[in-house]
């Protein structure tokens, strides 16, 4: 009996399993479905039968019923759901999941209209994302790029908005996936920087995409977008080429968009009757409170222009009406949270990345302190062995170092021999004065600018005279061409003059190198005198 049970319990788990992974094999089924056709995945989750599953199936469940109405475009009422599931993940879920769940309630909060929160959730989902590349969704990726983007831009920081399109576009290149939207997102927020030929290079090449494609359908409201920011920019030539493309008279299928897009063409056409029509029926019919209040404020500026006082006054009461419901000062300080909420996630995020770091030096240190006193040992034994090789080095050095003690000597004894010579050299100097000889007294200079002469007054004076002998002319062109010079100056010049190279001209005069480098360069004419 005891063994009838335990085979029985053995076959209730093993169906348990079974019927588990067969509910998680179809619920992925429906959500790659739900990817191409996310209303016919939501008509397919009943076929789920869902009683009596544990925790996990059933938060896989609700998940994945959150993702559909997500991109069904069905707004969410509250955030209850997907509070209970990210304290749920947050545990036990995977880092592809955690992905999931935070940037789902990203699009919660997004939908709800609670921009900081929405931020802080798709920051999250984009932390995961990058941390875990191998193992997480690049297309959930691409698209929380594209979500930044939209709510950096609609709170003004548009600074931050390109940033995000741009990476947005990075990774549609990374995943060949369409690249018309971000490189619209990325016009756009140039625009709203003023960096008109940017904005402009990015609205050419999406609209080189989709002339490329030739599915027109597929971008039809991008091709309104286009047309909306060609038109504002007064770009008629490209505004007239986009509303050719449009197929739809978005008058008679409602398209707000494409509405204002028509509307501001035709302004910048001139056909403001035309303009008043579209622009009336944004206001009519939009739910956008930005549409709205832009479309009031042309509907008053075209009337206002065309001396309409009666039809001027109206919109321009529903023009200041949009102004209390935008309300700017409330949106520029929603602006001011959100980069406050930026930088909050990016301080909590350098604090987290430096608490990691410090845990994994700890296991670092732990794992090098053995290998550290093994080394030690290591290089203590090799200490040793190598201790006598070096005693014996230090006996070859010693015998070295005696023998360059007497090289040195050697040298020094030269030196004393080479200072010898320049006294005797300097003696037939003193003697060649004697002798008048001016022949004479420059070799005996030449001879001793070869070690370090020292000329004494008397020397130079006897120098002068015998070049003045050899050369008549050359005192007369030396006060010519320096002017002004100091007595070292013409020293060199002299002795420049009897053909003294720049090292030997250093000896006679003490000067720097640089010096007598420099003056013999500038007194080159000397030599050819």
Known sequence: MKHYFLILLLLLTSCYNDSSYTKLKKMEQIKTLGNENPRKALDMLPTLKMSGEREYIWNK?????????DKANEKPTTDVVIKRLMEYFAKKGTPAEKQEVYYYAGSIYRDLQDTPRALGYFFKSLDYALAYKKECDPIMLRNTYSNLNWLLFRVQDYPSAVKFSIKELEMCKQTRTDVVLPFVHLGASYRAMDSIPQAMAMFD??????????DLHRYKESIACLLYNYSDMEKTEKAKECIALIENNPLAEFDEVACMAFALYYEALGKNDSSLIYYKRVLDDATDFVNTYDAAGSLFRLYNKAGDETNALKYAKVYIHMCDSLNFGKRQELAATV?????????QKKEQELKDE???YKTILLLLAPCSLLLLCIGYILYV???????????ALSAELDRLSEE??????MVREKLEQNKTLMGLLHQSELDGKAEDVIHAIRQSSIGKGEMTAADWKRLYQAVG??????????LQELGDFTEQQMQVCYLMRIGLSKAQIQNMTNLSRSTVWRWVKKYDWVLSD
Request: charged share 35%; glycine share 2%; proline share 2%.
């Open 408 to 413: 040195e000597n050697r040298l020094r004894e």
């Open 205 to 214: 090449s999406a609209y080189a995409h989709i002339i490329q494609s030739g």
């Open 339 to 347: 980069n406050n909420q930026y930088k909050y996630h990016l301080d």
């Open 385 to 395: 062995r190598r201790r006598n090789r070096h005693l014996q080095e230090v006996v």
């Open 358 to 360: 410090k845990e994994r």
């Open 61 to 69: 469940y609700d998940l994945l019923v959150i993702r559909l109405y």
């Open 469 to 478: 002998e050899l050369h008549p002319t050359f005192k007369d062109r030396l």
